[in-house]
């Protein structure tokens, strides 16, 4: 599976994005989806997850009541809404797929290239 991330960008603090995640596979609808971040200097790091149907999500304590993980299975693309940005959410932003339902990065299997969010203060 390849994955395509889209939607970064610059916006001061306070403002939103969604960042979408295609998938160019015909199973996608099998796969749990996450998205991770990874600041300059940083550590790459959790920031939610769905599962395959949509029925479960997961979040970082950090990005809780902000963001919001979702999926469209008809049309291979998993989404990150992001509210109430802050200087600290500038990072590369990746989607990632995998089997399980997980915050650890080594249990998914294919990455994206990563997108850029920036927010000013």
């Known amino acids: 599976a390849q994955l395509e991330e889209s939607g970064g960008g610059l916006v001061q603090s306070g403002g939103s994005l969604r960042l979408s995640c295609a998938a160019s596979?015909?199973?996608?609808?099998?796969?749990?989806m996450g998205w991770f971040r990874q600041a300059p200097g940083k550590e790459r790091e959790f920031v939610a997850a769905i599962n395959w149907s949509g029925g479960r999500v997961l979040y970082a304590d950090s990005v809780k009541d902000r963001f919001t993980i979702s999926r469209d299975n008809r049309r291979d693309t998993a989404y990150l809404q992001m509210d109430n940005l802050k200087p600290e959410d500038t990072a590369v932003y990746y989607c990632?797929?995998?089997?399980?339902?997980?915050?650890?990065?080594?249990?998914?299997?294919?990455w994206g290239q990563g997108t850029q969010v920036t927010v000013s203060s």
């Open positions: 990632a797929a995998g089997t399980a339902l997980t915050s650890r990065p080594r249990e998914y299997d294919y």
């Open positions: 596979t015909q199973t996608f609808s099998s796969f749990d």
